[in-house]
């Protein structure tokens, strides 16, 4: 996710991370979604500019940017981010989740993520562009769906600060 707050780019051409990717757009949706597979096996969904969710190769959340909020796994628990900005400097404020806020996340996460694989299975989308090939995109979002809505737990282990 980008450090600045602004519309997404042109991610099919600009995310190279991600060696399978593609956008499409889905009737009744408001945005396009770009979806991407790193060669590591993580993955990232892009609904329009947000929510946007990212997992490792397991399908469990690393991080996320919700409702303007900044998102990031503690292993056990989410902690949200929020910006604050001075002439001087911009400084994050941290917040862990609590167990009732991190069930409430979830399901949201979790309803997009179906509503997604529900369409997908039922063909309903219009593909914009994608790299690696259409039919290998749209085998990895149907895999990928299914690891995020299977994982147990479904947040990743806690991101280790570079």
């Not at 949200?80 to 862990?96: C, I, K, P």
Request: charge should be negative.
């Amino acid at each position: 996710m980008a450090r600045e707050e602004a519309d997404r780019e042109d991610l099919v051409a600009e995310a190279t991370a991600y060696v399978v990717r593609g956008e499409f757009s889905i009737p009744d949706w408001e945005q396009p979604l770009f979806i991407g597979f790193r060669k590591n096996g993580a993955f990232s969904f892009y609904f329009g500019s947000d929510p946007v969710y990212q997992f490792d190769p397991q399908g469990r959340l690393r991080r996320a940017f919700v409702a303007g909020m900044l998102y990031r796994s503690e292993g056990e628990t989410l902690c949200s981010m929020s910006r604050h900005r001075t002439e001087a400097e911009t400084t994050l404020m941290r917040r862990d989740l609590s167990k009732q806020q991190c069930e409430v996340f979830q399901w949201g996460m979790h309803e997009a993520i179906r509503q997604l694989d529900e369409a997908v299975h039922a063909q309903r989308y219009r593909i914009r562009e994608t790299v690696g090939g259409e039919e290998l995109w749209i085998e990895k979002i149907k895999e990928a769906t299914r690891l995020v809505l299977g994982a147990d737990p479904f947040l990743a282990p806690k991101l280790v600060s570079r």
